[in-house]
């Protein structure tokens, strides 16, 4: 049986049933629990070591949540989140700690995730401390080296977040990531807040460090032609479920989602002149997201989906009723249509 997305042993993160819901109360003394905001609903897939898989969606479909869930940094209200095959939703204390040696995340403001109060050193070097891994001068050479590795000049390190740029500032986050030499990076839309000039330069280093280290990536983003480049598999999301999983090329070449079209319908191609560009369908999708405290009953796109009178006509399903199987359709693509 596979795995939503890997038939092969060297797995190396494997999430199973994984949601993460926030509760609503009401009340201001006696607070009473009256629903929940479902950011992150029955997900599950695997990432293989060495492997970058991109995860994409409008704002506000539980892409960072689910990031955030892997790491612990939420603890998931159900599921597991298998790292190496120890389940970290069971760990907690001195265990966890130990885990997150070998996870880290680089976060998407870099103006709001270094403390302007820590010089540049303090900051890089705090992971070491924090794991009890060096002291003294080896921590800061140490400090040095990860500077230079990223592009920043290692005499910077007593330098305060707010002399340097935007991307300068991610470089250090990326520094602080790499500084407990983890397996695993979520990399949380590390390019969102930077100017086009520099995105480029911090795809080419996440991709130079990958190689070096034989790093393992989740590549959270809203940028299609960014996960594409970067990416070997990739997962859509919509409303805190998976709707499509699938290699990059596959996934590009034939979407199968509904939403997945509409997404891919929206990226621009560098030829305007290309037959593609001119055959393509701009896919304008109606009406707005639902709340996630109220998703839909059935499946969560039907509100929607363009296709869900086919889907009655064809299969004779009410979308707005019955909720779609994620499931493989071929030989590693998953989706959860009922077309399929």
């Not at 991109?54 to 892997?70: H, M, Q, W």
């Not at 990399?187 to 100017?195: H, N």
């Not at 480049?229 to 070449?253: N, P, Q, T």
């Amino acid at each position: 049986m596979t795995d939503n997305g890997t038939t092969k042993n060297n797995v190396l993160l494997r999430i199973k049933n994984l949601k993460m819901y926030f509760p609503i109360t009401k009340g201001v003394i006696f607070q009473r629990h009256v629903g929940d905001i479902k950011a992150v609903d029955d997900v599950s897939f695997s990432i293989k070591r060495g492997e970058t898989l991109g995860l994409v969606g409008e704002s506000g479909c539980g892409k960072s949540t689910t990031g955030r869930a892997i790491l612990q940094l939420y603890r998931p209200t159900a599921g597991t989140v298998e790292f190496e095959g120890q389940d970290l939703t069971s760990l907690k204390g001195e265990g966890l700690r130990k885990m997150r040696r070998n996870m880290q995340m680089i976060f998407q403001d870099p103006y709001a995730s270094l403390n302007p109060r820590m010089t540049v050193g303090s900051i890089v070097g705090e992971p070491l401390e924090v794991h009890n891994i060096l002291s003294g001068k080896a921590r800061q050479e140490r400090v040095k080296e990860l500077l230079n590795i990223v592009g920043l000049n290692p005499y910077f390190i007593n330098r305060y977040p707010h002399e340097f740029s935007g991307g300068q500032r991610q470089r250090i986050g990326v520094a602080r990531a790499l500084a407990v030499q983890p397996d695993f990076i979520v990399c949380d839309e590390p390019i969102s807040a930077l100017d086009v000039s520099i995105q480029a330069q911090v795809i080419n280093l996440l991709e130079d460090l990958q190689t070096e280290f034989g790093l393992t990536y989740l590549f959270i983003a809203h940028d299609l032609a960014v996960v594409r480049h970067i990416s070997d598999r990739i997962a859509v999301m919509y409303l805190g479920k998976i709707a499509e999983l699938a290699d990059r090329a596959e996934l590009y070449k034939n979407p199968l989602h509904p939403y997945t079209r509409a997404l891919l319908s929206a990226v621009p191609i560098p030829d305007p002149i290309a037959e593609m560009e001119r055959v393509k369908k701009r896919i304008i999708l109606q009406g707005d997201v639902p709340s996630p405290a109220h998703p839909p009953k059935g499946c969560n796109f039907c509100t929607r989906c363009p296709m869900k009178n086919e889907v009655m006509r064809q299969k004779g399903i009410d979308c707005a009723v019955v909720e779609p199987e994620f499931k493989e359709v071929s030989p590693e693509h998953w989706t959860a249509c009922h077309l399929y």
